[in-house]
């Protein structure tokens, strides 16, 4: 049984820094694409992050290098590195699964991933 735990979420200033952790198991493909995706208030859920064990790394427009995605495989634990967050950044962060590895194919508008974590918090905000 595949399970993703969020965890990292808080409160920060403009211009901090979060770093929000993925813990995952049960994982049963040896190639897939997690990401993290976040759900701002009054929006649609938007990628944020993907990462794809063969096909490399993804990062929404929006992230502009303020984002890193980084995975240890040692801890199961995928990971978002957050630098000079700014309040449009608020929102629940979630880490989502899928055995597709295909980052051209999986990108797209509605696709939807096989697996959920429960979402962690992010408020920015002074």
């Known amino acids: 049984q595949v399970e993703l735990v969020e965890s990292g979420g808080g409160m920060v200033q403009p211009g901090g820094s979060l770093t929000l952790s993925c813990a995952t198991s049960?994982?049963?493909?040896?190639?897939?694409?997690i990401g993290w995706f976040r759900q701002s208030p009054g929006k649609e859920r938007e990628a944020v992050s993907l990462?794809?064990?063969?096909?490399?790394?993804r990062y929404g427009d929006f992230v502009k290098d303020r984002f890193t995605i980084s995975k240890d495989n040692a801890k199961n634990t995928v990971y978002l590195q957050m630098r000079s967050l700014k309040p449009e950044d608020t929102g629940v962060y979630f880490c989502?699964?899928?055995?597709?590895?295909?980052?051209?194919?999986?990108?797209?508008?509605?696709?939807?991933?096989?697996?959920w974590g429960q979402g962690t918090q992010v408020t920015v905000s002074s």
């Open positions: 049960g994982i049963p493909w040896a190639h897939y694409v």
């Open positions: 989502a699964v899928d055995e597709n590895p295909s980052l051209t194919t999986i990108d797209i508008p509605g696709y939807e991933y096989e697996y």
């Open positions: 990462y794809s064990t063969a096909d490399g790394l």
